[in-house]
């Protein structure tokens, strides 16, 4: 499954939404994203599973790009 992760870089600031950046990653669950970020020290807001059209409509975006994390 491939996941929508949206997350602040400075995981010790108060999130502000203009700075809330999004990257995809590929995982069997949520709690196997949050194993494999863990050491990016990231602020994650949310996680979502993306659904096969969801990711098709993602991948249009120039800015697509599927985390080998």
Known sequence: MVYKVLYQELSKEVPVRE?????YVEANS????????F????NIEYIQVLN???LEYEKQNEDFQLENV
């Open 19 to 23: 700075r809330t950046q999004a990257m």
């Open 39 to 42: 050491e990016k020290k990231l």
């Open 52 to 54: 096969e059209e969801h």
């Open 30 to 37: 949520e709690r196997e994203v949050r194993e494999k970020l």
